[in-house]
């Protein structure tokens, strides 16, 4: 049987989408065929034109929910006001850097609740609508951090070795469903984020910006190249797709090689 991705008739959920990856990833499932929710704290005109864009330029369906994914609340409300989940993306995210006894409560509990609690709350609503729809996929975004580790990145990592842990149980639960769930796990991705960083990091160390890529940014990362949003959109189409009917409970490295090593 020869395979092709068609995700028409299906919607799509995507948290933390009015930029990056889950933008990217938005895309890519719009493009398949499948109506997009897109996702953020904020609640700006500019959130609600993408939506529109994406609806002009793929013939979908494209809304944008206002949701903040640190609260349980708003997370669960989030996918009761789409009405309709065929297709799951955890992948709201936020990140701190500090040494374990400097690092702030705060922010521990606030990457903690965003980039793991989020996930939980969403799923727990989701999986419902894919029963009673007969169908499923839900695509955590983990990291590279989520199969290894790093110094002063403690609540990052934590969280994203445990959406690796609450991937594998989701996926046990729903094992004999037409139900899957993923986990991507990304090296350093080139966003608008990381593209803003890079004047900054040639200025600290006195580097031509081939030098801070390859030799600081891509330090950890083999093929000394950026993984993109469009691939990782790519990534998480297939998984929705019929061929990655069987793929459940693992996680797929988009990372240049980073956990080979």
Not at 49 to 58: C, L, N, P, R
Not at 172 to 182: F, Q
Not at 233 to 248: E, K, M, N, R, V
Request: with cysteine.
């Amino acid at each position: 049987m020869a395979y092709s991705i068609d995700l028409s008739q299906k919607t799509a959920l995507i948290t933390g989408s009015n930029s990056g990856i889950g933008l990217g990833i938005a895309w890519a499932l719009a493009r398949a065929g499948a109506d997009v929710v897109l996702n953020s704290f904020t609640d700006r005109d500019e959130d609600h034109a993408i939506a529109e864009e994406i609806a002009k330029e793929t013939g979908v369906t494209a809304r944008y929910i206002q949701a903040d994914m640190s609260k349980g609340d708003e997370c669960r409300q989030f996918v009761t006001e789409a009405g309709r989940c065929d297709i799951l993306v955890n992948n709201a995210g936020i990140q701190h850097v500090a040494p374990i006894p400097d690092f702030p409560v705060e922010k521990w509990d606030a990457i903690i609740a965003i980039n793991l609690s989020s996930a939980f709350h969403t799923t727990a609503m989701a999986l419902p609508m894919m029963r009673k729809a007969g169908w499923g996929r839900i695509v955590n975004i983990s990291s590279a951090h989520g199969l290894t580790a790093s110094p002063f990145k403690s609540a990052y990592i934590a969280a994203k070795h445990g959406i690796v842990g609450l991937t594998k149980t989701t996926a046990l639960e729903t094992a004999k469903e037409p139900i899957t769930c993923n986990a991507i796990c990304p090296g350093y991705v080139l966003t608008d984020i990381v593209e803003n960083q890079i004047p900054d990091t040639m200025k600290e160390y006195g580097m031509s910006r081939e030098d801070v890529i390859k030799n600081v940014m891509l330090e950890r990362q083999p093929s000394k190249e950026f993984a993109t949003v469009e691939q990782l959109g790519g990534t998480a189409t297939f998984l929705c797709s019929d061929a990655a009917a069987q793929i459940t409970g693992t996680t797929v490295s988009v990372d240049g090689g980073w956990t080979a090593m």
